[in-house]
């Protein structure tokens, strides 16, 4: 099976979506389709062996939709153009149609003398001449509405204002063409609707056009982040083309970015973008990273560094060594993960969704409806004027785009504003949960301190020297993979102790590790394993210690102690004003750790925690999750660690570290890209701004045609005598389109 996100040309509203996922969701080999109108595009698992994207673009196409398999943004912006162009010409005549229209209104009231009989026959034989041309030109998307209802029995927005605006200009030219014969018997139905066709054809390109500009601003992030790709390399490769090292004969050569292969030494000079992902192997300098970091603050680095594909160095000169390229760089991992979250759906939509599947036929229902209302209850003479004026109103004014644009828009704008503050958002369910978190859960190493402890005190009892004691330790450490044991590992190196073999090397889950140096059995863990191991130890010892928040990592054989050293980890300088900021939104914190109980109740007295649960396996995370949701709460939890990945699954939503371990980032529905725990806050304030917006975004688009239906349909008539004219329901939902996206854009300029 083969998912992927493809670009639909031809959308014109909600119920568009609505007919592509159930024309698609009919052929085989689909497994899953999902259709976004705000972005245009739908994501489509399908087995390859079956079908192709070409086929299924070819079941779509009769419907008035295609694939945009070759995504072009000069044709797009030059279609832009076209259409700006026509609305352009449309607009003077529009205005000339309204300034007519309404110097009859006013002479009627005697606000202005009654029109001039030489002026009113010229209107009379302008207007037709216009109305052919909007229709015919402008309008040629809605006739082609029409004619795919007919054909196909599809119907979208296009059919709604194609029906609506052909029936006003036919009636209107049958008036035009048969007037001395109509006046003899239906004097009171003489009245033309071109100024209809005219006026409400060209608001509704024109909100077209302003709802497509103001869309291309909400999918704005993509293009950013698009633009900071590197388009060319300069690398060091041998006088054969193969990456080498100037010691090795190579040269300098600039090569497009697409030709950058594993282990090319790239030479980076001031102001340069970096191309692929890599790690720096000679020269030093500071690199900009705000565009994975939000940090505005250049970054050192040095030899051993590793360096992002996008971030701009800023001073010195290097080289790095290329480890990641094309799709496994973190730019293009970022992009994936925007493009992807900006695609989906949150649950909220599924009401809009539904209801804009069968949203066009009930109104088509509606309108006929209220034509025949007015038939039966005004008779010929007023029933075909106001009927007229009701069926073209309800058609025009009830079309979905304003609620299928409601929640796409905002999700767009969100994730894209996640994206710039370094906040990456797997998909939109997982932005609309976090908004309900009343819970967070955090783990301590590497979310709220560094997660780079360092050896800082050693308490040696055997006879062994102080050298040959760490040797043991570090040797063991250097099979495990937890951060305190990098930190045993590091102080050996930076010691020069040696590190020699260990044999039948085992991880003790949640409590240590165990192997063989030099013949001998050796354990190295907490105070857990040590009571496992039923060793006689005076744990009052290490309490000084723990008490100032550091862990203990005792030696041990099976007969005796041979002491312990402690690692320290510093908390972060945000954890503080991160867990003070949570407890304003009403969030509740705990942290659950393997870590030492002392050295967690310390952490967690220093930043303000509200509850720790310490020295707890991966399992126990995962208990306590599914503890705290079975009792009403909606719980995020937040690390980055191997460990962490099944309590990271079973939140609601899970939020990993970027500076952790790649399955925590693949089980969480969240990354934070620095590792900066503030980002958390941020995360969650931006899915409560998102939320609101998508919610503000509904009651307008509910409000307009709740309100705006009955009244074009005339159900206000006989109590207060207000009939909505078609003229101001095109208005009304051109706004509708642009008033929604323009609330969503305003999520940008929101501060987090």
Same mark, same amino acid.
């Given at each position: 099976m083969e998912e992927s996100i493809y670009k639909i040309k031809g959308m014109h509203c909600a119920s568009c979506a609505g007919i592509i996922e159930k024309t698609l969701k009919k052929e085989k080999g689909i497994s899953f389709v999902s259709v976004n109108y705000g972005n245009e595009s739908a994501i489509i698992s399908f087995d390859e062996s079956k079908t192709n994207i070409q086929i299924l673009s070819g079941k779509i196409k009769p419907l008035g939709y295609s694939f945009d398999l070759e995504k072009d943004e000069k044709k797009e912006d030059s279609e832009l153009k076209t259409m700006k162009e026509k609305i352009m010409t449309a607009v003077p005549i529009a205005i000339i149609s309204i300034l007519f229209m309404a110097w009859e209104i006013l002479s009627k009231y005697g606000v202005l003398p009654e029109i001039g009989?030489?002026?009113?026959?010229?209107?009379?034989?302008?207007?037709?001449?216009?109305?052919?041309?909007?229709?015919?030109?402008?309008?040629?998307?809605?006739?082609?509405?029409?004619?795919?209802?007919?054909?196909?029995?599809?119907?979208?927005?296009?059919?709604?204002?194609?029906i609506g605006t052909s029936v006003a200009f036919l009636y209107s030219f049958i008036i035009s063409s048969f007037g001395e014969t109509l006046l003899k018997n239906y004097s009171s139905i003489l009245h033309s609707y071109y100024d209809v066709t005219i006026v409400v054809i060209t608001f509704i390109a024109l909100g077209k056009y302003l709802e497509v500009k103001s869309k291309k601003k909400t999918g704005d992030a993509i293009e950013k982040l698009l633009n900071l790709q590197a388009k060319t390399a300069l690398v060091v490769r041998d006088p054969e083309g193969k990456p080498a090292s100037y010691g090795a004969g190579g040269k300098e050569i600039e090569i497009p970015i697409n030709e950058v292969t594993h282990g090319d030494f790239i030479v980076i000079k001031?102001?340069?973008?970096?191309?692929?992902?890599?790690?720096?192997?000679?020269?030093?300098?500071?690199?900009?990273?705000?565009?994975?970091?939000?940090?505005?603050?250049?970054?050192?680095?040095?030899?051993?560094?590793?360096?992002?594909?996008?971030?701009?160095?800023?001073?010195?000169?290097?080289?790095?060594?290329?480890?990641?390229?094309g799709s496994e760089t973190?730019?293009?991992?970022?992009?994936?993960?925007?493009?992807?979250?900006?695609?989906?759906?949150?649950?909220?939509?599924?009401?809009?969704?539904?209801?804009?599947?069968?949203?066009?036929?009930?109104?088509?229902?509606?309108?006929?409806?209220?034509?025949?209302?007015?038939?039966?209850?005004?008779?010929?003479?007023?029933?075909?004027?106001?009927?007229?004026?009701?069926?073209?109103?309800?058609?025009?004014?009830?079309?979905?785009?304003?609620?299928?644009?409601?929640?796409?828009?905002?999700i767009i704008v969100g994730v894209g504003k996640g994206a710039r503050e370094g906040i990456l958002i797997k998909d939109a369910r997982i932005l609309q949960k976090l908004h309900e978190v009343d819970i967070i859960v955090l783990d301590k190493t590497g979310t709220i301190t560094k997660g780079k402890p360092t050896l800082v005190d050693i308490e040696n009892f055997s006879k062994k020297t102080d050298e040959e004691f760490l040797s043991i330790l570090a040797t063991l450490e250097n099979k495990s993979e937890h951060p305190i044991a990098h930190a045993v590992v590091n102080y050996a190196k930076e010691n020069d102790i040696k590190i020699g073999n260990v044999s039948d090397f085992k991880n003790i889950e949640g409590k240590g590790i165990v192997g063989f140096v030099n013949e001998t059995e050796y354990f190295v863990g907490n105070t857990k394993l040590i009571k496992d191991l039923g060793m006689p130890f005076d744990f009052?010892?290490?309490?000084?210690?723990?008490? @100032?928040? /550091?862990?203990? +990592?005792?030696?041990?054989? $099976?007969?005796? &102690?041979?002491?312990?050293?402690?690692?320290? *980890?510093?908390?972060?300088? @945000?954890? /503080?004003?991160? +867990?003070?900021?949570?407890? $304003?939104?009403? &969030?509740?914190?705990?942290?659950?750790?393997? *870590?030492?109980?002392?050295?967690?109740?310390?952490?967690?007295?220093v930043t303000g925690i509200d509850e720790v649960v310490a020295q707890v396996m991966p399992e126990d995370k995962l208990k306590k999750i599914k503890e705290l949701q079975e009792n009403g709460h909606v719980v995020v939890m937040a690390g980055d660690g191997v460990n962490d990945a099944p309590a990271l699954s079973q939140a609601d939503v899970g939020?990993?570290?970027?500076?952790?371990?790649?399955?925590?980032?693949?089980?969480?529905?969240?990354?934070?890209?620095?590792?900066?725990?503030?980002?958390?806050?941020?995360?969650?304030?931006?899915?409560?701004?998102?939320?609101?917006?998508?919610?503000?975004?509904?009651?307008?688009?509910?409000?307009?045609?709740?309100?705006?239906?009955?009244?074009?349909?005339?159900?206000?008539?006989?109590?207060?005598?207000?009939?909505?004219?078609?003229?101001?329901?095109?208005?009304?939902?051109?706004?509708?389109s642009v008033s929604v996206v323009s609330n969503s854009l305003r999520i940008k300029a929101k501060k987090l």
């Amino acid at each position: 099976m083969e998912e992927s996100i493809y670009k639909i040309k031809g959308m014109h509203c909600a119920s568009c979506a609505g007919i592509i996922e159930k024309t698609l969701k009919k052929e085989k080999g689909i497994s899953f389709v999902s259709v976004n109108y705000g972005n245009e595009s739908a994501i489509i698992s399908f087995d390859e062996s079956k079908t192709n994207i070409q086929i299924l673009s070819g079941k779509i196409k009769p419907l008035g939709y295609s694939f945009d398999l070759e995504k072009d943004e000069k044709k797009e912006d030059s279609e832009l153009k076209t259409m700006k162009e026509k609305i352009m010409t449309a607009v003077p005549i529009a205005i000339i149609s309204i300034l007519f229209m309404a110097w009859e209104i006013l002479s009627k009231y005697g606000v202005l003398p009654e029109i001039g009989e030489v002026p009113k026959w010229f209107f009379h034989h302008l207007m037709p001449i216009f109305a052919t041309y909007i229709l015919f030109v402008l309008g040629k998307p809605y006739l082609l509405g029409v004619y795919r209802f007919v054909r196909h029995g599809k119907a979208n927005m296009d059919t709604l204002i194609g029906i609506g605006t052909s029936v006003a200009f036919l009636y209107s030219f049958i008036i035009s063409s048969f007037g001395e014969t109509l006046l003899k018997n239906y004097s009171s139905i003489l009245h033309s609707y071109y100024d209809v066709t005219i006026v409400v054809i060209t608001f509704i390109a024109l909100g077209k056009y302003l709802e497509v500009k103001s869309k291309k601003k909400t999918g704005d992030a993509i293009e950013k982040l698009l633009n900071l790709q590197a388009k060319t390399a300069l690398v060091v490769r041998d006088p054969e083309g193969k990456p080498a090292s100037y010691g090795a004969g190579g040269k300098e050569i600039e090569i497009p970015i697409n030709e950058v292969t594993h282990g090319d030494f790239i030479v980076i000079k001031p102001g340069v973008r970096i191309p692929v992902d890599g790690i720096l192997t000679e020269g030093n300098s500071y690199v900009d990273e705000s565009m994975i970091s939000g940090e505005p603050m250049p970054v050192s680095k040095k030899v051993g560094d590793v360096v992002v594909a996008g971030t701009l160095n800023t001073t010195g000169a290097f080289i790095f060594k290329a480890t990641k390229i094309g799709s496994e760089t973190m730019l293009a991992h970022i992009i994936k993960m925007v493009e992807d979250a900006q695609g989906s759906k949150a649950p909220i939509q599924a009401l809009a969704d539904k209801i804009s599947s069968i949203f066009v036929p009930i109104v088509l229902v509606v309108a006929f409806l209220s034509l025949i209302a007015w038939f039966v209850f005004g008779g010929i003479s007023m029933g075909l004027s106001y009927g007229l004026m009701s069926f073209v109103g309800v058609l025009v004014i009830a079309c979905p785009c304003a609620l299928g644009l409601a929640t796409p828009t905002a999700i767009i704008v969100g994730v894209g504003k996640g994206a710039r503050e370094g906040i990456l958002i797997k998909d939109a369910r997982i932005l609309q949960k976090l908004h309900e978190v009343d819970i967070i859960v955090l783990d301590k190493t590497g979310t709220i301190t560094k997660g780079k402890p360092t050896l800082v005190d050693i308490e040696n009892f055997s006879k062994k020297t102080d050298e040959e004691f760490l040797s043991i330790l570090a040797t063991l450490e250097n099979k495990s993979e937890h951060p305190i044991a990098h930190a045993v590992v590091n102080y050996a190196k930076e010691n020069d102790i040696k590190i020699g073999n260990v044999s039948d090397f085992k991880n003790i889950e949640g409590k240590g590790i165990v192997g063989f140096v030099n013949e001998t059995e050796y354990f190295v863990g907490n105070t857990k394993l040590i009571k496992d191991l039923g060793m006689p130890f005076d744990f009052s010892a290490i309490e000084k210690y723990t008490m @100032e928040g /550091k862990t203990p +990592v005792i030696v041990a054989t $099976k007969n005796e &102690i041979l002491g312990f050293v402690m690692v320290s *980890d510093e908390i972060k300088n @945000e954890s /503080k004003k991160a +867990v003070a900021d949570l407890h $304003k939104l009403g &969030i509740k914190v705990i942290m659950v750790t393997g *870590d030492d109980e002392r050295a967690a109740k310390y952490i967690a007295g220093v930043t303000g925690i509200d509850e720790v649960v310490a020295q707890v396996m991966p399992e126990d995370k995962l208990k306590k999750i599914k503890e705290l949701q079975e009792n009403g709460h909606v719980v995020v939890m937040a690390g980055d660690g191997v460990n962490d990945a099944p309590a990271l699954s079973q939140a609601d939503v899970g939020i990993a570290m970027a500076t952790g371990t790649d399955i925590a980032i693949e089980s969480a529905g969240i990354t934070l890209l620095s590792g900066d725990i503030s980002k958390l806050v941020k995360a969650i304030k931006l899915s409560k701004i998102t939320m609101r917006g998508i919610k503000q975004n509904l009651f307008w688009a509910f409000f307009y045609n709740v309100v705006g239906i009955p009244l074009a349909a005339g159900l206000f008539y006989p109590l207060f005598g207000w009939l909505l004219s078609p003229i101001f329901a095109g208005l009304a939902m051109a706004l509708s389109s642009v008033s929604v996206v323009s609330n969503s854009l305003r999520i940008k300029a929101k501060k987090l």
